[in-house]
């Protein structure tokens, strides 16, 4: 069955410094990786997403995020961290074993910026 | 550009009551998904239809049905409603190729008082 987790229930960082978000994958087949990032009261936002090609894709708001089929992994980063980036992060995956190739979250990580 | 649009935005309902929550799709987008999302927790997946045919069912309770009409929106249809029922409930679509990703509505916040 395809999987992520995302072993971080919280992360805090300082303004301005570097941040990464973590998750790891299990999937048969390729992976189809997503980030969506979510404000309290709001629908999830699309950040970015890992179909095939480079490992470092590129997204909305200055996001990142390497994938690393060795290590199962697809990190999300930012190089210099806003307060406004404080928010719940999920990392998703699509199952391509469903009827409609449904979209599968991690438990969430909150990710909280100190200014 | 057009977003997926949720109805209604809140919702209080007492035990035992029914509800009905809408989702209007983005325009050309071929499958709806319906996901819940309790306080803290992350989205658990519903059920959701392509081409308006049902085509995958999550943790649906048998209380709960689901459809989508000949315009593509969709609604949720609660009945019974329990306490524990209180949550965010999402509309996604998107398009069924797997390298698309899912847009998200605002969401319904349902209170079950």
């Known amino acids: 069955a395809q999987s992520v987790a995302q072993p971080e229930d919280q992360v805090n960082v300082a303004e301005g410094n570097p941040l990464t978000v973590k998750c790891t994958y299990s999937v048969s087949g390729n992976p189809y990786l997503f980030w969506y990032v979510q404000y309290p009261n709001r629908g999830l936002q699309f950040l970015l997403k890992y179909i095939t090609g480079d490992n470092l894709v590129k997204g909305s708001y200055g996001f990142e995020a390497e994938f690393n089929k060795s290590q199962t992994s697809f990190h999300l980063k930012k190089p210099s961290a806003l307060v406004s980036d404080s928010a719940l992060y999920f990392c998703?995956?699509?199952?391509?074993?469903?009827?409609?190739?449904?979209?599968?979250f991690g438990t969430g990580t909150r990710l909280k910026v100190l200014a | 550009a057009a977003g997926v649009i949720q109805s209604p935005r809140h919702l209080i309902k007492e035990k035992r009551e029914t509800a009905t929550l809408k989702c209007y799709p983005i325009p050309r987008h071929d499958t709806v998904y319906w996901y819940q999302q309790g306080p803290g927790q992350d989205p658990q997946f519903l059920i959701s239809?392509?081409?308006?045919?049902?085509?995958d069912k999550g943790s649906i309770p048998d209380r709960f049905s689901a459809q989508q009409f000949s315009d593509y929106h969709s609604e949720l249809n609660m009945s019974s409603l329990e306490l524990g029922d209180s949550a965010l409930y999402f509309c996604?679509?998107?398009?069924?190729?797997?390298?698309?990703?899912?847009?998200f509505g605002q969401g319904t916040r349902l209170t079950v008082v």
């Open positions: 996604a679509s998107s398009l069924q190729e797997m390298n698309t990703e899912a847009f």
């Open positions: 998703a995956v699509r199952d391509i074993n469903s009827g409609t190739y449904k979209y599968i």
């Open positions: 239809f392509y081409e308006k045919m049902q085509s």
